[in-house]
């Protein structure tokens, strides 16, 4: 196993799981966020970005004490940025979602 080909596996492992928390946290688009994710490389990012934030904001809540706040809530916007822009894309790209099948009975 070649390194590179290591790096690329973790990243889609990553963001795969980053695709899977954001299908919970955000179920009113899980299907259109789970088109967009099959259709779009460029998502993955996101996903992975995701999925590395959320898991520092978990270990960060985890810590006793609350000198830590201040990255907990830096975390906290991260997360939430990063949904923002999740909805963002998947409302722009509307088009590539819908039209077949949509309309059937």
Same mark, same amino acid.
């Given at each position: 196993m070649g390194r590179d080909g290591g +790096?690329? %596996?973790?990243? *889609?492992? +990553? $963001?795969? =799981?980053?695709?899977? =928390?954001?299908m919970l946290k955000l /179920? $009113?688009? =899980?299907? *259109?966020l789970q088109i967009l994710a099959a259709k779009s490389r460029s998502l993955n990012e996101l996903f992975?970005? @995701?999925e590395e934030a959320? &898991? $520092? &904001?978990e270990r960060l809540m985890r810590l006793p004490g609350d000198e830590h706040? /201040?990255?907990?809530?830096? @975390? !906290? +916007?991260?997360?939430? !940025?990063? !949904?923002s822009d999740i909805i963002q894309y998947v409302l722009e790209h509307r088009s590539d979602v819908s039209g077949r099948?949509?309309?059937? %009975?």
């Open positions: +790096t690329d %596996r973790n990243g *889609k492992e +990553t $963001a795969q =799981r980053g695709l899977w =928390r954001l /179920p $009113a688009i =899980r299907g *259109k992975e970005a @995701y959320s &898991l $520092a &904001l706040c /201040p990255m907990v809530a830096e @975390y !906290e +916007t991260i997360c939430a !940025e990063i !949904e099948g949509e309309d059937s %009975r």
